[in-house]
């Protein structure tokens, strides 16, 4: 039965993402429209953009390994990258952005044998990165106030940021474990209110490994402008006028909308949003879907890439425990 609804739900994703497209591309623009910007591509800025991938790889997997590090887990950097190629290849199917997460928690218990120990760990990676990509966008959002002005979506991207860390602070002051554990609680809720304690316990660590922290952090800086960077360059590939520090503002807030759980890995919302965005600067609705479709066939890429690493995995011999 779980099964069966877990397919009726894919499914109904999976439509709706394709009605949105349809609706697009019927009412916006057209698979013609959309092959003759392509055609018009500059291959050395595309190729460029592509190559921005594998320092991008090498600094997740470095990232990841140095808060693996600090909880006391030794991982392997190459089975870190493969491990993040493999998320991407399920990225491509699962709801939202950060689908392939799951892989990454499950792949990373193998060593800390703990799947709340290393769901702390992705999570704080992926936090990290979100923070400061968010934090980016603030900052740019400053010196482009007309752009604010214009696209009302902006300010409800960033209030949307400002709630989700606002949310975060609360879960790890003091005065949250306290009213927790002070529930009466019985039965499964007792373990999941323990589950939940363990986690935030397990983040808070990095509290005494403040080197491994910022290092882990620093990275994460590097890796954000990596990824603005990499956008920009598919601009100048496609011809887009548009200013490098408004991809800081616009990037972020496309990122935030994929993670709606909706569609199949904000196939649809994506090309919706840019389409939406781009007429802030006069750019067609076909330039707008075929800026985001060059991104999917990258990731599809390297999707493609991680489901061979997958399919030649070779079965964990580790049973990671669940606390």
Excluded at 71 to 92: C, H, I, W
Excluded at 127 to 151: E, H, K, P
Excluded at 188 to 194: I, K, N
Excluded at 225 to 237: C, D, E, K, S
């Amino acid at each position: 039965m779980a099964n069966k609804k877990s397919t009726a739900l894919l499914l109904l994703k999976l439509a709706i993402s394709l009605s949105i497209l349809v609706l697009i591309l019927t009412t916006q623009t057209s698979l013609r429209e959309i092959g003759n910007v392509l055609r018009s591509v500059n291959l050395y800025w595309l190729v460029l953009a592509l190559s921005l991938h594998a320092f991008g790889l090498f600094a997740s997997a470095y990232r990841w390994q140095i808060l693996a590090r600090a909880q006391g887990d030794e991982v392997p950097l190459v089975f870190l990258a493969k491990s993040y190629l493999v998320a991407q290849f399920f990225n491509n199917f699962l709801p939202t952005r950060f689908g392939g997460d799951i892989v990454r928690i499950w792949d990373g218990s193998r060593y800390s044998k703990s799947l709340v120990k290393s769901s702390a760990i992705v999570l704080v990676d992926r936090f990290t990165g979100i923070i400061v990509l968010f934090l980016m966008a603030v900052v740019a959002s400053l010196f482009r106030l007309d752009m604010a002005r214009q696209i009302p979506v902006v300010w409800i991207s960033l209030l949307l940021g400002l709630l989700g860390l606002f949310l975060i602070t609360v879960f790890f002051l003091p005065v949250f474990a306290r009213r927790l554990g002070s529930l009466r609680l019985k039965g499964l809720l007792d373990r999941l209110r323990g589950k939940i304690l363990l986690f935030r316990e397990t983040i808070l660590h990095y509290r005494t490994q403040k080197r491994a922290f910022l290092r882990a952090t620093f990275w994460a800086v590097l890796l954000q402008l990596n990824v603005i960077l990499y956008y920009f360059l598919i601009g100048l590939a496609l011809h887009l006028n548009i200013q490098f520090i408004d991809y800081f503002i616009f990037i972020p807030i496309v990122l935030v909308i994929q993670i709606i759980p909706i569609t199949i890995n904000g196939l649809g919302l994506r090309e919706g949003s840019y389409i939406e965005i781009f007429k802030f600067y006069g750019i067609s609705p076909q330039a707008a879907v075929s800026f985001s479709l060059v991104d999917v066939g990258f990731n599809l890429v390297l999707g493609l890439i991680g489901g061979i690493i997958y399919v030649s995995r070779k079965k964990p011999p580790l049973n990671p425990r669940g606390d």
